[in-house]
């Protein structure tokens, strides 16, 4: 099946540092893909879907200028958590969307944690 | 409103006994897809299998075998000869037309030996 690299997948930041997180689809172009956010034995919460090309759809409740989105190809999607703070530390995944729209490939998962 | 609704939070099975994961959701899109991922604790998402809302048959992918009953808005996942590594979260997940992917709470599913 199609892969998407998300890196890193551990990361531990200062409070008030930034925080970048790549995501890649290694062998297929993704036009949307999506940031999810999963708290300790919750769901995922969807934070934004990210569109080449074009701005990123947050959704509510998500800060757009805490969590800076940018889908600048059809291969690569960042998310950069701004201005850390210990309750940013969280488990942060991305999935890719592939053009048939049946399946969502997802990352490996980035654990942030911000001390 | 939920859109994703997982009634089990936990459940136990004994290994080689077949599982059934409930899950229904709500839309009122005509097209939509609908998504079951498994999650070990590493925290990986593995995409086990899909349904599309015109598809006119239940999607199986080996063991996996999706109970898709539209009228009821359903979409069970079932395991058969469930084994010890099938122990996870299980995910049910809904894909609208504009592309959203939202989950459901989850299912953690424990095997028993």
């Known amino acids: 099946g199609a892969v998407v690299s998300q890196h890193p997948s551990r990361v531990i930041c200062k409070s008030g540092t930034s925080v970048k997180i790549e995501c890649r689809s290694l062998d297929f172009q993704a036009t949307t893909m999506f940031w999810y956010r999963q708290f300790p034995k919750q769901s995922l919460m969807l934070m934004a879907t990210s569109n080449e090309g074009s701005k990123a759809t947050y959704e509510q409740g998500v800060e757009k200028d805490k969590f800076l989105i940018n889908h600048a190809s059809l291969t690569l999607s960042t998310l950069t958590v701004t201005s850390a703070h210990p309750e940013d530390s969280s488990f942060y995944i991305c999935?890719?969307?592939?053009?048939?729209?049946?399946?969502?490939?997802f990352g490996q998962g980035t654990r942030l944690t911000v001390v | 409103a939920q859109k994703i609704t997982q009634t089990q939070p936990g459940m136990f099975v004994q290994e080689k006994e077949a599982v059934t994961l409930d899950c229904t959701y709500d839309?009122?899109?005509?097209?939509?897809?609908l998504f079951w991922y498994k999650q070990p604790s590493s925290g990986e998402m593995i995409f086990l299998i899909y349904?599309?809302?015109?598809?006119?048959q239940n999607a199986t992918e080996g063991r996996y075998s999706l109970n898709f009953q539209k009228a009821r808005k359903s979409a069970n996942l079932v395991i058969s000869a469930s084994q010890l590594g099938d122990s996870a979260m299980y995910f049910c997940a809904m894909r609208e037309e504009d592309d959203k992917i939202i989950f459901g709470k989850g299912t953690r599913l424990h095997i028993l030996p």
């Open positions: 839309t009122s899109d005509p097209s939509y897809g």
């Open positions: 999935s890719a969307l592939n053009v048939e729209n049946t399946e969502a490939f």
């Open positions: 349904q599309g809302s015109y598809d006119q």
